[in-house]
């Protein structure tokens, strides 16, 4: 290829790209005018989107795309100067303008009967001028390009070559495309560049790896703690030696011995104490670099809800118009960050929707207006954060669903008896409309009536670890939700302990977690259930799924993971709640192939591997389980044995956010915990309850942490109950102080971590259970 030709190509690779973004501006454009057809903001938008590619075809060489856009723009201005007010038909040829635009960049296509017709029409749109020639270049058509290469094909770019010094010069230069929603966070000046997806996913791994290993620091942290305390063992035993020696006399060599060790004690507590301090604040740096890493990694990957809805508005206005409706789409939170993965993934099933509310929600003009109802119908489209979660909305004002018209269906089709369809709830019957080909219409036409069903969408959504609920009221309309994680690279779960080893439930797929208790559980055809929310739930063991050892020991009670669906419902019983964690997803290697009721890896913070769940895979087991008879009991007794009490702690701290952190820590392990606001408070409720161990903090309104711990060892019930004092105040003094009231541990809150207090907590009292 020689430099003209490479010089060409690149080229034209860059008007294609800027053809797709200013084709864009004009269709979004186009489809407000026909709303407002004076809008001046949209007239001009629209008419610099003309101009730019009329500048952009003519440095290409494209004439055909040079007339498209020249007879665009000449129709636009005419609609600015008020020559011309722009009708249904005008919008009609300007949109068909932009398709053409599209299609006339694409090498080898021939369109110029079409060029002609279209040129023809907005030529004798009335009161606009005849088509002008092609004006003279003027001095800001020489500007370079500025290209946006975020989101153009893989194919490369290449750079045109210099033109030699005898070269005329060009023609016109292609304008900047405008800005997408992509851009609008970027300041003047800010570059994009373009970056792979397998590059992201790289960043947010080596970022999440990161994030994981600064963990670390806090078990060095406590380690220092205990050889703190340590140190400070040392220092009374050998003020104890020093009292011992007292009485009597030591020669010249035993003083400078105990001197010397004296000293030396004195130095390891002074750099000790200079040393935890730096590595907590080393750790607390560390922390905050690594998670910010982590959230801009996160964000390379998001992009606004609305860039993934391209041409859907248009899809909407051009599909009503051919069943001879009046359509219009309205988008809210086209702001709001989605993952780039689920973004693309969406667009099947929106479009499916949008397809579905124009064919099946939306009347026509005459029935609207015997309803009531405006004649133009209006399909609302919304995206929303919401609990972690991304919720999209598809909501249309249309004619809603026959309930009536769908039980009848039901029957028909002999999904099930005509006595059971009477007794289904309006949310029960809408769950057949997700059946695969599942249809209303009897007609086979080119939108619907192919067996091709909203069964698709629901497969589409749970592909993405999301779940699809729709909601009608007759007359009135029908609204679909779509509920997904914020993003495909990290999920926010469950973690539960099976067996000594940690599993992650997506959030997605938990309908609720409970604490079953072994009297509610019911023998009922040889399957294990419980009753919930007025109805019978099947109770199954996660051991026996996970192949994961002997059955549980006998409880009191028991934790339930419900998950499923309507008739597939199922509480999963488990061994313990760990809490709920955001992990990274950690693809598994593909040698491994799919492992059975497992979707993924990852990683908890302190490095610990564990496996994320397939919770539709774990159903499928169940159901397998079932109907091969094989499902087991829960527990290896025949009855709920007595289960081993659990020790009570009591929190007292008058900041709500040190008392449930500490109140969640201690949950985790097993203990039981009660809380109380202050000293006052908690003097009160060891009167009345039984506590195996006190954790207080010292400031504190009404009665301080010091007066409690004084009432409580002289207290003759009281004395023997171990206290802890957890407290911002670092000082050797006021430890001592602490100390002297009779505390039997003081931990300070500058040098706090999880494994700290929850050592302290096992070394004073053991463990959770008796």
Known sequence: MNPDQMRDASLLELFQIETRTQVQVLNDGLLALEQNP??????????????????????????????????????LVAAQEGRLRLQAADIDALLLGTDLLQRVATPGVDLDAEIGDLVARLSSAPNAPPALPPRPPRPSDFLPPIVLLEDAPDAPVAVPAPAPLDAPAPAAIPSAPSRRSSDRGLGEGERVLRVTADTLNKLLGLSSETLVESQWIAPFSASMLRLRRIQAGAAQALDSLRSVLAGQQLDARGQAALDDTQRILDQCQ???????????????????????????????????????????????????????????????????????????????????????????GIETPEARAAAGKPPEGLIRLSARHSAG???VELADDGSGISLDQLRAEVVERKLTNAETAARLSEAELLEFLFLSGFSTR????????????????QTMVRQLRGAVRVYQQAGQGTRFVL?????????????????????????????????????????????????????QIGLVSARQILRAGAPAPAADTLPVVVAGEHDRLYGIAVDRYVGERTLVVQPLDPRLGKVQDVMAGSLMDDGT??????????????????????????????????????????????????????????????????????????????????????????????????????????????????????????????????????????????????????????????????
């Not at 560390?286 to 993934?308: K, Q, S, V």
């Not at 036409?445 to 909203?454: A, M, N, P």
């Open 38 to 75: 004076t809008s001046a903001p949209h007239l001009e938008a629209c008419m610099r989107a003309a101009h730019s590619l009329k500048g952009a075809a003519r440095i290409v060489d494209l004439h055909p795309a040079v007339r498209i856009a020249h007879a665009m723009e000449d129709c």
């Open 270 to 360: 002074r750099e000790l104490t200079q040393r935890a301090s730096e590595v907590d604040e080393f750790g607390w740096r560390m922390n905050h670099l690594t998670r910010r890493l982590y959230d801009t990694a996160l964000a390379c990957r998001m992009r606004p809800f609305g860039d993934g809805l391209g041409g859907m508005a248009r899809m909407v206005r051009d599909l009503g118009r051919s069943l001879g409706k009046q359509v219009r789409l309205e988008i809210d939170g086209e702001d709001t960050q989605v993952d780039r993965d689920i973004l693309e993934k969406l667009d099947a099933p929106l479009m499916h929707l949008l397809r579905n509310a124009v064919d099946h």
């Open 442 to 457: 009897d007609e086979v036409t080119e939108i619907s009536g192919r067996g091709v069903g909203l069964d698709v969408v």
């Open 389 to 391: 979660m991304l919720l």
């Open 483 to 535: 509920e997904m994680p914020l993003s495909l690279s990290v999920v926010r779960s469950l973690l539960v302990e099976v067996q000594g080893q940690i599993y992650a439930f997506p959030l997605a797929y938990v309908r609720h977690a409970l604490q079953v208790r072994a009297e509610d559980i019911e023998q009922l055809e040889g399957q294990q259930h419980f009753r919930f929310m007025d109805r």
């Open 609 to 770: 591997p564990l496996l994320i769940l397939d919770v539709e895979d774990m159903l499928v087991s169940v159901q397998k389980l079932i109907e091969g008879g094989g499902l087991s009991r829960v527990d290896s007794g025949t009855e709920a044995a007595t289960a081993r009490r659990r020790k009570r702690v009591l929190v007292v701290d008058d900041s709500l956010t040190v008392r449930e952190l500490e109140r969640k820590l201690l949950l985790n392990r097993g203990f039981d915990v009660a809380v109380a606001v202050d000293g006052m408070d908690g003097w009160n409720m060891l009167r009345a309850e039984d506590f195996d161990l006190i954790v207080t903090d010292v400031d504190m309104p009404r009665m301080d942490g010091i007066e409690l711990v004084s009432r409580i060892k002289a207290d003759p019930k009281l004395q023997g109950l171990p206290v802890m004092v957890v407290s911002y105040k670092d000082r050797e003094e006021d430890r001592r102080r602490g100390l002297d009231a009779g505390a039997d541990y003081y931990l300070a809150k500058g040098s706090f971590h999880d494994d700290a207090l929850l050592d302290a907590v096992e070394d004073l009292i053991g463990k959770a259970r008796t």
